[in-house]
């Protein structure tokens, strides 16, 4: 197929690197001319992804028009802030029925919409799936086994996606639960934010469990008061992901997380990182969402406090474990 990717960051740049192996023709489309021209002269992300080679077959530019017209499929991999300004940008040049795999994870803070509900609003006439899961940019660029889900509304959309990016390294399933698989991306960077101050204050690997535990209960709390399904959220798109960016070396947002921890605000963490912390972006969202289906998130709810509120690490985790006597699972009753 002919396929263009917006966006050339590290997870962007990875995907190029998977679907030119599969055999496709891919545009590569970045807004910044000296990103471009470094992707052009040295055949890898020096900075966001260094050391994996990129095949000369490869197209750069930094012009939309040039970017996407004539494409097959359109990978949306801008940062979750960008999605809406990408996305208008986009439009003049999508032809109809253009398949458009949304690879960012968040919710749009403003709208609180998914990712996908966004490009619908500016992208009527394409055809939208979401593709998620454990998958670090850096072990997928270098070939490393991993596992995804892709989620559509129509079966035939979700195979065909399936089909453009599964080989023997990428292993791809499809799922007709969107809305499972986008809040499970969006809200585990949250919890990853959590997992991270944990390890900055000097935790366990006991703590961490509890946060990934406690933090998948939470977000299926709330995804399935929102319409996704329970199976989604034990699924790659929920505790899979949980998982990984909980605990990954590779995840900005647990290491923002461990420099919020050490005492840093999130600005300075962000700045340290060099790379957009979407759990920071997702956080006053997913709150909002909190209030708005009245779910409790304690969770979610901390680390608001500790990124907008200016409460210490250290109060917050206490808060946590002092919260009121509960039971595990509501579902779970005694006999007797």
């Known amino acids: 197929m002919k396929i263009c990717v917006l ?19 891919v545009t590569v489309w970045s807004i910044d001319a000296e990103e471009v021209s470094m992707l052009k002269e040295y055949s890898q992300h020096k900075t966001k992804l260094p050391g994996v080679m990129l095949p000369g077959t490869i197209s750069y530019t930094t012009d939309m028009k040039q970017a ?4 097959e499929l359109v990978v949306m991999a801008v940062p979750s802030p960008f999605i809406r300004s990408t996305s208008k940008s986009a439009a003049p040049y999508i032809e109809d029925d253009t398949i458009i795999v949304n690879v960012a994870k968040g919710i749009e803070e403003e709208s609180l919409l998914r990712l996908s509900e966004v490009i ?13 899961g ?3 940019a850096e072990e997928v660029g270098k070939s490393m086994p991993t596992t995804v889900v892709v989620g559509a509304a129509d079966k035939a959309l979700a195979k065909k996606v399936q089909d453009v990016f599964m080989n023997d390294f990428f292993r791809v399933y499809i799922s007709p639960d969107l809305i499972g698989i986008e809040l499970g991306g969006a809200l585990k960077n949250v919890i990853a934010l959590a ?10 690997d006991n703590t961490k469990a509890a946060l990934i535990t406690r933090g998948i209960h939470e977000i299926t709390a ?10 989604t959220f034990s699924g790659l798109s929920g505790i899979g992901d949980l998982i990984v960016t909980c605990a990954s070396q590779h995840s900005r947002n647990r290491r923002a997380g461990f420099l919020m921890g050490q005492g840093k605000s ?17 956080a006053k969202a997913a709150m909002d969402l909190t209030n708005k289906y009245d779910v409790e998130m304690p969770i979610v709810e901390n680390i608001n ?18 919260r009121d006597r509960k039971k595990e699972t509501e579902s779970l009753s005694w006999t007797n």
């Open 134 to 136: 454990p998958s670090h």
């Open 68 to 71: 996407l017209e004539g494409k």
């Open 222 to 231: 709330l995804g399935t008061v929102m319409g996704g399904k329970a199976e």
């Open 195 to 204: 997992a991270g101050i944990a390890d900055g204050l000097g935790c366990g």
């Open 266 to 282: 999130y600005q300075e963490a962000m700045d340290e990182v060099q790379m957009v912390v979407e759990g920071v972006f997702s």
């Open 7 to 25: 966006g050339a960051g590290s997870w962007g740049i990875a995907l190029t690197r998977l679907l030119d192996l599969n055999g496709h023709e």
């Open 305 to 322: 406090k500790v990124l907008f509120d200016n409460y210490s690490a250290k109060d917050a985790l206490h808060e946590l474990l002092t």
């Open 120 to 132: 619908n609003q500016e992208i009527p006439n394409a055809k939208v799936a979401v593709l998620s």
